[in-house]
């Protein structure tokens, strides 16, 4: 995949602008782009209707609608995202036998 | 016409309309005989059906299934979404049922050799089981109950995190997996091997990770075990007891980050970005490959990039 030209990190989830939607992406509920396992604090779309999840396979993509959305969590500054299509991921970290999600 | 059945959540016809009253009247009957015929239906006794696993397969899926089952083998429905309950009463000799998504009723008393349940929408088992060899239930996250009587070899409750307690009755000769579970300690009967991802522990690592020392933890010689107590540790506060060796640091939008070396006897050092949160300004350690050198290329490899030029965050936050 092209790799995008910069990336939004809100805590440890990455967000960053795609060109479209692969095709056959399907549309999944809600507005949660990462729930906290610990805490119950979740990483999601403030705006109701102002954008949508798509899964593709294991990846996450976000679409934009509205002239702009906010992604909002308890703990972290909201970032305002504007329209377009956008890939979600989370942060990785090391282990000596496996490489992990960060889960906070 | 429908009731509901024993364990009162599923509803189910009745076992048979109106048989002859004839047959099966003379040994259930408490009357005299020459007392007036009952005028009710009697439903004729109903002992255990025996069947091959292929039949005993079919006849599962099929949502017909008998409440005591005899299976003259290994019973094998890993991964089928059309299962939702075994039969009340259960014997075989391997049961497998991983990864059944729909499974939330298991059976009430259970005799088999071994038993695989991982992963089912299980929440609660009770009854008798004596299971052989090896019990897996790891990743039944909606587990909060074992059966009252339960015997096995070996068990696995690794991430069943809402499993807080074990039977006071539970008789277990060999090893306890707790991994992710949500055990805080042992009944106080039970004697066995503890294990935490496969690795033999003791009870203070499983349960009671916050008395452990760091210094403990450098003084472990088996790599494996030692790394298991880090987990458990934290790496956090590892490396705040420990410190480690400064090997590059610089500026994000957080502030000074810092890459952190920490060499271990016998295993590859940790390296580890401290970073702080620009949002709640706290401190969060995160290991990286060993081989990295620059904070810049931790950071890019925890975000998911390889080539540190492929990661430049716009905003972080």
């Not at chain 2, 049961?95 to 005799?111: K, S």
């Not at chain 2, 010689?221 to 934290?234: I, M, P, Y």
């Amino acid at each position: 995949m092209t790799q995008s030209p910069f990336q939004y990190r809100h805590g440890d989830v990455l967000i960053a602008p795609v060109a479209a939607l692969p095709a056959g992406a399907v549309p999944r509920t809600g507005l949660v782009l990462a729930h906290g396992e610990h805490t119950g604090h979740s990483h999601r779309i403030r705006e109701s209707g102002a954008a949508s999840l798509y899964v593709y396979g294991k990846e996450l993509y976000l679409l934009v609608s509205a002239p702009t959305a906010t992604v909002v969590h308890e703990e972290h500054r909201p970032i305002e995202l504007p329209v377009g299509v956008y890939r979600v991921w989370q942060q990785r970290e090391y282990t000596p036998s496996a490489i992990r999600t960060v889960v906070d | 016409m429908f009731s509901i059945n024993a364990r009162g959540r599923h509803l189910r016809k009745p076992a048979a309309q109106a048989p002859p009253a004839a047959e099966p009247a003379a040994p259930y009957s408490t009357r005299p005989p020459s007392a007036p015929a009952p005028t009710y239906p009697l439903v004729p006794p109903t002992g255990p059906v025996r069947a091959t696993p292929e039949v005993a397969r079919a006849l599962l899926l099929s949502g017909r299934q008998p409440d005591e089952l005899i299976v003259s083998g290994a019973l094998r429905l890993n991964g089928e979404p059309r299962l939702r309950e075994l039969p009340r009463f259960l014997e075989c000799t391997h049961l497998e049922v991983n990864d059944c998504p729909n499974l939330e009723l298991l059976p009430e008393r259970l005799r088999a050799t071994s038993v695989q349940a991982a992963r089912t929408a299980v929440r609660e088992l009770t009854g008798d089981w004596l299971v052989r060899e090896t019990l897996n239930l790891s990743g039944n996250r909606q587990l909060r109950r074992l059966p009252e009587r339960l015997t096995a070899r070996a068990l696995d409750v690794s991430s069943c995190s809402l499993l807080v307690q074990l039977p006071a009755t539970i008789h277990l000769t060999h090893w306890l997996e707790v991994a992710g579970s949500g055990l805080t300690g042992l009944p106080s009967g039970l004697r066995v091997n503890i294990h935490w991802q496969g690795t033999a522990v003791d009870e203070r690592t499983a349960f009671r990770p916050e008395d452990l020392k760091a210094v403990d933890i450098l003084n472990v010689r088996n790599v494996t075990r030692r790394r298991v107590l880090l987990e458990r540790f934290g790496l956090d506060r590892f490396v705040q007891e420990v410190g480690g060796l400064i090997i590059d640091r610089d500026r994000d939008a957080g502030g000074e980050r810092q890459l952190l070396s920490i060499p271990l006897e016998g295993d590859e050092p940790i390296v580890a970005l401290r970073v702080i949160c620009p949002s709640t300004a706290h401190t969060y350690v995160l290991r990286v490959p060993p081989h990295l050198r620059t904070c810049r290329r931790a950071a890019a490899w925890l975000a998911g990039f390889e080539n540190e030029h492929d990661y430049r965050p716009l905003i972080e936050t």
